[in-house]
């Protein structure tokens, strides 16, 4: 059965400190692979995507993500983190040749000044 | 543009009551998705719909009903709602399948009492 697992319940860093949220799937192809924000009271908002070619995506508000097959997984990082990413985050993942989405449980992270 | 629209945004039943939760985008995609989110759980599939027309079954959909109405609504319907129900849906889109990104409505909050 296909899985996305978020490790971390809830994270907090200082803002101005890196940061990285963990993913792991479990699939037997290659996914599409996925990651999301959410502010409270708040729909989701797509982050970056993953496909195919370089294991290395870049996302918007200055997030990135890295692929590693071997490892089934997708982190997500900041290299410096502000107040205002203050939100739940999800992985999820996309499976090819099926028209469904599954997500993990969600990572709140917290902002300290 | 509105993107993706639900209502109603709150909504509070009695145990045996039914409903049903409204969708609409205005993006011309092909495919609609209805998700609920439970704390700790992230988001479940109930139902999607890959085309006007079509509906499949997600991870959850016992106790729920959808219609695709036309290329632009999707609809769900509880007959007879049950504390177990209560939950945050949201409804998604995205233009054609697995491989894009989802865009998200604001959610409804829906307790059953």
């Known amino acids: 059965a296909q899985s996305v697992t978020q490790p971390d319940i809830h994270i907090t860093v200082s803002e101005g400190a890196s940061l990285e949220l963990r993913c792991n799937y479990s699939?037997?192809?290659?996914?599409?692979l996925f990651w999301y924000v959410q502010s409270p009271g708040q729909g989701l908002q797509l982050l970056l995507k993953y496909f195919s070619g370089d294991t290395l995506v870049q996302g918007i508000k200055g997030f990135e993500a890295e692929f590693k097959r071997s490892q089934s997984s997708f982190n997500l990082r900041k290299p410096s983190v502000h107040w205002s990413d203050a939100a739940e985050y999800f992985c999820?993942?996309?499976?090819?040749?099926?028209?469904?989405?599954?997500f993990g449980s969600g990572t709140k992270l917290n902002v300290k000044p | 543009n509105a993107g993706v629209t639900q209502t109603p945004k709150f909504q509070v039943l009695k145990t045996g009551q039914s409903m049903t939760l409204q969708c609409a985008q205005d993006?011309?995609?092909?495919?609609m998705y209805w998700y609920r989110q439970d704390p700790g759980m992230g988001l479940r599939l109930i139902y999607y719909s890959a085309s006007e027309g079509t509906t499949d079954k997600g991870e959850v959909p016992n106790g729920y009903n959808v219609s695709r109405l036309n290329k632009r609504e999707f609809s769900l319907r509880l007959e007879s709602a049950a504390p177990s129900q209560t939950s945050v849906y949201f409804c998604?889109?995205?233009?054609?399948?697995?491989?894009?990104?989802?865009?998200f409505g604001p959610g409804t909050r829906l307790t059953v009492t």
């Open positions: 998604a889109s995205s233009a054609r399948d697995s491989r894009d990104e989802q865009y």
């Open positions: 699939y037997g192809a290659t996914p599409y």
């Open positions: 999820a993942v996309g499976l090819y040749n099926f028209n469904k989405f599954y």
């Open positions: 993006m011309n995609h092909n495919s």
